[in-house]
């Protein structure tokens, strides 16, 4: 007899743990499996001695706070779902611009950004000047200078051997057709290629496109994706920066 | 009793979650995992309660756009983005300093309660036929493209959802008048 009690005595602890735990991480209250606590606490309840049962009490009363909770969770879910449309449309109608206004202003709570460089990125920018430099070119005295053909920046490995041209109509092309079907399209899909000069080309003309207005670009930081859509009959025009090895990882 | 977390850390994690370009708000986990290590939770904890004298709260949000707390499974904080938000909501003169529009703000509210008397979602043309009846035709499309290009309102083939923005900065219950507590 006194086996058992101290077995039950341990599997009685297991389950107040077991419920604690699970009461801190779920989120959603209907996770809790209360079916499964309550039968565990039925099959030991008889081996308990009195001592135990102040164990016991506790289990129900964290069982009786999530029955609580579960409880609130449908009641503000019912209250959204029936009296939240009604309420909604009422306000439309009823309030002014200036009461519109102050009412989604005492619900905002706006993301928090300082827009001020970074020493990394002054780092950055002086890096790229300097980088910049290398392709002026110096007048050297006693030779003469002379303009640099594309043929010869072609052989010095320069620039590449690709019909930009080309280029920019396939992917208009490309983005159209997938356009029509979804209304918009994933940038790194757009981009994908095995070979990354091929990539940065495709993406230089994704930039050409954006920049004549023929389509725009949008982030959403929750998927962490960039999206190609139709350009906007109006708007304002706003300079992005998508990293192309960000994408090459994301593909 | 918690680990104490050195303050050259915290300095580090305000400097990953504050400075933002404006296209990108909030920082994934696994990047705040890269660059604080492993107990990266504990250093936003931190960082997030000395924040807390500034009026500014770290909210985390999953992919779906539901709030996680500090205490969730780890593998679910990595995926989730971190956020600096405002604790309180700002005045209406405090938006407009900030740049905001009166006739933007409630146009953005209207376009709001439109989309979650329906489920969060509205064909284009009847969102739009809702907001000229409501302010003019003037500016209307203007700012709606505006929104959606801040991310608080989304297009959805000829829908308009509400956005990802809008998810992470307003209460919609409050802005329904509806709260549970």
Redesign the interface.
């Known amino acids: 007899m006194i086996v058992l009690s101290v077995e039950a005595r341990v599997k009685l602890r297991e389950l107040l743990e077991e419920l604690t735990e699970t009461l ?2 779920a ?1 959603d209250p209907f996770k809790i499996d209360i079916r499964y606590f309550i039968g565990e606490l039925e099959k030991i309840l008889p081996e308990l001695t009195d001592e135990d049962l102040i164990v016991d009490a506790e289990i129900l009363e964290q069982i009786a706070e999530v029955i609580k909770e579960q409880e ?2 449908v ?2 879910r019912s ?2 779902l029936v ?7 009422l ?2 109608s009823t309030l002014s ?2 009461e ?17 460089i ?1 020493w990394t990125d002054v780092l950055r920018a002086l890096n790229y000047l300097s980088l910049r430099k290398r392709f002026v070119l110096e007048e050297v005295q006693g030779q003469e200078t002379k303009i640099i053909t594309g043929r010869e920046l072609e052989e010095l490995g320069l620039i590449a051997k690709i019909d930009l041209r080309k280029v920019v109509e396939e992917v208009e092309e490309e983005i159209a057709k997938k356009i029509s079907k ?3 399209v994933d940038y790194s899909e757009i981009i994908a290629d095995d070979e990354p000069l091929k990539r940065f080309f495709k993406a230089y003309a994704i930039s050409y496109l954006a920049t004549m207005g023929r389509i725009s670009i ?7 994706k960039y999206f190609i ?1 139709k350009a ?5 025009y ?1 300079s ?2 998508i990293s192309l090895e960000a994408t090459a990882n994301a593909c | 009793m918690p680990a104490r977390i050195p303050s050259a850390k915290i300095r580090k994690a305000a ?1 990953i979650l ?9 920082v ?1 986990g696994w990047e705040l995992r890269k660059f604080l290590g492993e107990n990266f939770v504990e250093v936003v904890k931190a960082l997030n309660d000395s924040l807390e004298n500034f009026g ?2 770290i ?1 985390i ?9 500090f ?3 780890k593998t679910a904080l990595r995926k989730a ?1 971190f ?10 003169q405090e ?1 407009k300093t ?1 740049g905001w529009r ?2 933007d ?2 146009i ?3 376009s ?3 989309l ?3 489920n969060s979602r509205a064909p284009r043309k009847q969102l739009l036929e ?1 907001l000229h009846s ?2 003019g035709k003037w500016r209307v ?2 700012v709606v ?2 929104l ?2 801040l ?1 608080y309102l ?5 829908d308009i959802v509400v956005g ?2 809008s ?12 709260k ?1 507590e």
Request: proline share 5%; glycine share 6%; aromatic share 8%.
């Open positions: 801190r991480k989120s609130e969770w009641k503000g209250s959204l009296l939240g449309p009604f309420i909604a449309l306000k439309i611009k200036q519109l206004a102050k009412e989604l202003a005492n619900a905002m709570h706006p993301i928090i950004e300082l827009e001020q970074t979804n209304k918009l949008f982030y959403n930081p929750l998927k962490e859509v906007p009959q109006n708007g304002e706003q992005i920066v | 400097r504050l400075y933002r370009s404006r296209g990108k708000p909030g994934k500014i709260t909210k949000v999953d992919e779906n756009g539901k709030f996680l707390s205490d969730e499974d983005l956020v600096p938000v405002l604790k309180e909501a700002p005045t209406l938006l900030s009166i006739d703000i409630a953005l509210a209207v709001l309660l439109y979650l008397s329906r809702v409501k302010f499309g203007y493209e505006k959606i290009k991310g989304e297009e959805d083939n000829d990802w923005r998810r992470i900065e307003i209460d919609f219950k409050k802005l329904l008048g509806i549970t």
